[in-house]
């Protein structure tokens, strides 16, 4: 909105942008805009331009304009692991058998390292920067203790820690690997606010895999 109130300020001081502007608004981002190509591809003509500029992402730690020219892409995978035909009680069943949450905590785990690197083959070989890119990159005011202070955060993973100087170049550039959300089977109670422990049906996750070209 900050965007379009720009706009009525240019109207009000009697200027005009030097170029024309296309403005659409997502306001499904953070769900994965599930209508936004949907809206693009329908009003293609309408939308066609010389250049996109995409307003997000967080302000920098200097509070100073910044653009970055490039952004990650992501692919979102979903992994379900399933066991018994039934969720099954596990007083009769436990250790007998396989529980799929456990299962599939244990594939998701295998994904990183302790040092927080991803373990998927190749996962890292498209992360390739230019000496040029990385001058750039390292000219940018950087603070960790500010980064850690505004997330919550006591320290980062530890690979980045120990893989760069400087926190943007491994923010900006690196491939990344987070699960964003999961489910176990349904779940089971016997009165409110009680319930039976049992290995579930199947259990499912959702990575996101974060990667730059």
Same mark, same amino acid.
């Given at each position: 909105?900050?965007?379009?109130?720009?706009?009525?300020?240019?109207?009000?001081?009697?200027?005009?942008?030097?170029?024309?502007?296309?403005?659409?608004?997502?306001?499904?981002?953070?769900?994965?805009?599930?209508?936004?190509?949907?809206?693009?591809?329908?009003?293609?003509?309408?939308?066609?331009?010389?250049?996109?500029? $995409?307003?997000?992402?967080?302000?920098? $730690?200097s509070n100073q304009p910044t653009i970055v020219f490039g952004n990650r892409g992501i692919t979102v995978v979903r992994l379900t692991v399933y066991g018994a035909k039934s969720n099954l009680h596990s007083g009769h069943y436990g250790n007998y058998v396989p529980n799929p949450a456990q299962r599939l905590a244990s594939l998701l785990a295998s994904m990183k390292d302790d040092d927080g690197r991803v373990t998927i083959a190749g996962y890292y070989d498209t992360v390739k920067l230019t000496d040029a890119e990385r001058k750039i990159m390292a000219d940018v005011p950087d603070d960790e203790n500010e980064i850690k202070q505004r997330v919550g955060i006591a320290k980062p993973e530890p690979s980045v820690t120990i893989s760069r100087r400087h926190c943007n170049i491994l923010l900006l550039t690196s491939a990344a690997w987070n699960l964003r959300r999961s489910r176990e089977g349904r779940q089971y109670h016997t009165e409110p606010g009680g319930g039976r422990t049992r290995p579930p049906h199947h259990a499912g996750r959702e990575p996101g895999l974060f990667w730059r070209d």
């Open positions: 909105m900050m965007f379009l109130t720009a706009f009525d300020a240019l109207k009000a001081a009697g200027m005009e942008p030097a170029i024309n502007v296309k403005v659409l608004v997502d306001s499904e981002e953070e769900k994965g805009s599930p209508a936004i190509g949907v809206v693009a591809t329908e009003h293609k003509t309408l939308l066609r331009a010389d250049g996109i500029v $995409i307003n997000d992402g967080p302000l920098h $730690i």
